[in-house]
């Protein structure tokens, strides 16, 4: 039976991981292949998110028949010259795989992310749930922070995640052109060869940029007017919390899972243009979610003909 390894992503931080991990899972899934790891190696293997992730794994590889026999190992990144499938990851000693990546490497985002979403026709926030249809109440089962005294109360608040920290100084853009740009390759089912890579400020502007507050006011106000018996929070990192120049209140935690859960429970959500706050409503039950539009979004499958439930997305630039 053919199987995968899963592998975390190099240099990166949880909201990345996770989606990563999604990725690879979700290609694993949609083709049936046996799901390995090793605990040991996985990056943020301690956060809640991570344990609920392999929780699925597991049931997910009890329901497939035993590994046993000949087995072949599938590679779940696309080879970003010829598309073709290959094992990026450097070894040492028989067969033993080092960190994921080589230094000075990096695996095309955009391409590998769109070829899972070639395979399973749908958002990332629609497939899990569809796999996975106990995501949010096993997230508040295993989760140890259900147990504390919430700072809100999670059907009465507008979380908006605010992403500054190593990027506090770096400008506001208009994400709508990579957005479009990528929405248009992938409606267009283009074959991998066309799924460029775009992160920069050029003509595409693609990265993960503070949102000017202003902007954020006007979805908080938007929110408001929807949800009027509904408190606005703020949920930051604690390293640029002397930078948050509000009346509302800032919730700034060292515990960046205890944050992601926060901002997974929160009835209505502010996105930030970051895979942090994205991974927060694959995992969530929001009933309106505000994102703005910038291409990495995209790549999940949010903004295309492949997202289902489009009702509840409030897009802005």
């Known amino acids: 039976m053919p199987f995968i390894t899963l592998h975390g992503e190099h240099d990166d931080r949880l909201g990345a991981h996770l989606l990563f991990y999604l990725n690879q899972i979700f290609y694993a899934y949609h083709h049936q292949?046996?799901?390995?790891?090793?605990?040991?190696?996985?990056?943020?293997?301690?956060?809640?998110?991570?344990?609920?992730?392999?929780?699925?794994?597991?049931?997910y590889n009890e329901s497939l028949p035993k590994l046993e026999g000949e087995q072949e190992e599938v590679f779940p990144f696309p080879n970003t010259r010829e598309g073709e499938e290959t094992f990026p990851f450097p070894k040492t000693r028989e067969g033993e795989e080092t960190f994921p990546f080589p230094k000075g490497e990096e695996i095309e985002w955009s391409k590998t992310m769109y070829r899972t979403i070639q395979c399973i026709q749908m958002d990332f926030q629609g497939f899990l749930k569809q796999i996975y249809p106990n995501v949010y109440t096993d997230l508040l089962?295993?989760?140890?922070?259900?147990?504390?005294?919430?700072?809100?109360?999670?059907?009465?608040?507008?979380?908006?995640?605010?992403?500054?920290?190593?990027?506090?100084?770096?400008?506001?853009?208009n994400g709508t052109a990579s957005a479009n740009?990528?929405?248009?390759?992938?409606?267009?089912?283009?074959?991998?060869?066309?799924?460029?890579?775009?992160?920069n400020y050029g003509q595409y502007p693609n990265i993960q940029a503070p949102i000017d507050m202003e902007r954020i006011e006007v979805q908080i106000q938007d929110a408001k007017q929807r949800f009027p018996d509904h408190e606005v929070v703020i949920i930051s990192s604690p390293s640029t919390q002397h930078l948050i120049q509000t009346n509302y209140r800032v919730i700034c935690n060292t515990d960046e899972s205890l944050d992601l859960f926060l901002l997974s429970i929160a009835d209505?959500?502010?996105?930030s243009r970051s895979s942090f706050s994205l991974s927060s409503i694959i995992f969530g039950n929001h009933r309106r979610i505000y994102a703005p539009l910038w291409g990495q979004m995209v790549y999940y499958g949010f903004y295309t003909k492949h997202h289902l439930n489009t009702d509840i997305f409030s897009y802005f630039y």
């Open 33 to 59: 292949y046996f799901i390995k790891y090793d605990i040991e190696t996985l990056p943020y293997r301690s956060s809640l998110f991570v344990k609920i992730i392999l929780n699925f794994v597991v049931c």
């Open 141 to 173: 089962y295993f989760s140890t922070y259900a147990d504390m005294d919430l700072p809100f109360h999670p059907k009465k608040t507008i979380a908006v995640h605010l992403r500054l920290d190593d990027v506090h100084d770096w400008w506001d853009y």
């Open 181 to 199: 740009y990528y929405r248009d390759l992938v409606n267009a089912d283009v074959s991998m060869d066309n799924m460029y890579h775009v992160h």
């Open 268 to 271: 209505v959500i502010i996105l």
